[in-house]
């Protein structure tokens, strides 16, 4: 099998990018009015329940395109962290009915974009072979 770390870059970043802009299309649709009313039953301004369209739609898109790579993957970061902690806090030592963590799909979109995060976009981007922009 032939080696190729910008290969598993590519890897990662699209299927961390797809997977989170997914739900970011699902919000489009139904709006973030229930992130609004996690956000303020913890005492924070519902407005910032906004920011998960940069969250799951914008940074996911720099993501795929492998442009801002870093910074967009610290952003996704942020936000798996805002809805583990908003939507997810009663399930963080639960398991599951096969014995998985309840909150593995949100750990792997935590860990994966923190990966994306050290590694940077790769080769295979527009930002091209690692420099500023990726």
């Known amino acids: 099998m032939v080696r190729s770390e910008d290969t598993g870059k590519l890897v ?4 961390v990018g797809i997977l989170i802009l997914l739900h970011g299309i ?3 649709g139904s709006g973030v009015g229930g992130i609004a009313g996690m956000l ?6 519902a407005e ?3 920011l998960a369209y940069i969250g799951e739609v914008v940074a996911p898109l720099l993501l795929i395109v492998g442009i801002f790579t870093r910074p967009a993957a610290w952003i996704i970061v942020v936000n798996m962290l805002f809805a583990l902690f908003l939507a997810h806090m009663k399930d963080f030592g639960a398991l599951n009915n ?3 963590w309840k909150l593995e799909l949100q750990g792997m979109f935590l ?6 995060a050290f590694l940077g976009a790769g080769r295979f ?3 091209g072979s690692g420099g500023k922009l990726n």
């Open 40 to 45: 303020s039953s913890h005492g924070l301004p």
């Open 26 to 28: 699902a919000k489009i």
């Open 125 to 127: 981007s527009v930002g």
């Open 12 to 15: 990662l970043r699209l299927s």
């Open 98 to 100: 096969m014995g998985g």
């Open 111 to 116: 860990f994966g974009a923190l990966a994306v």
């Open 48 to 50: 910032l329940a906004y």
